[in-house]
């Protein structure tokens, strides 16, 4: 039953994401990616809500998985990178949270980076 809820969490996460991205491309009139933004920061806010709750005991582990790996899950990763730099924060690791952070934002853009490139190799190849 656990795998429906996060089948389902993942499904309207990722139609919120959809639509947070609709409405606010309707709201500029430049590419500026504000949905991004949006979803992110509403992200980080709901993933603290859920383990607040799941920690208070107010929220069961099965709904606590459904909504936070499900729909936030789908909705954005971002919240949980923020949670879990936040985590080793908490726990005094500040050296491991600076690294943490750095080693998802520089790596993460250095993937991309050679991401976009293989691309553009394989569609030169391919006579794209």
């Known amino acids: 039953m656990a795998i429906v809820g996060l089948m389902l969490g993942g499904a309207l ?3 919120a994401r959809h639509l ?17 933004i949006l979803v992110n920061v509403l992200g980080c806010y709901l993933i603290a809500l859920l383990t607040g709750l799941r920690h208070g005991g107010l929220l069961p582990p099965a709904w606590h ?3 936070g790996t499900g729909f936030l899950g789908a ?17 005094g690791a500040w050296n491991h949270a600076t690294l943490y952070v750095l080693a998802n ?24």
């Open 13 to 15: 996460g990722t139609l």
């Open 20 to 36: 947070v991205t609709l409405a606010s491309q309707s709201l500029l009139t430049s590419s500026f990616p504000l949905g991004t």
């Open 65 to 67: 998985f459904a909504l």
């Open 75 to 91: 909705f954005t990763t971002f919240s949980t990178f923020a949670l879990e730099g936040h985590a080793l924060g908490q726990e």
């Open 105 to 128: 934002l520089v790596l993460g853009y250095l993937a991309l980076v050679l991401g976009r490139a293989a691309a553009a190799r394989l569609a030169s190849a391919a006579g794209a």
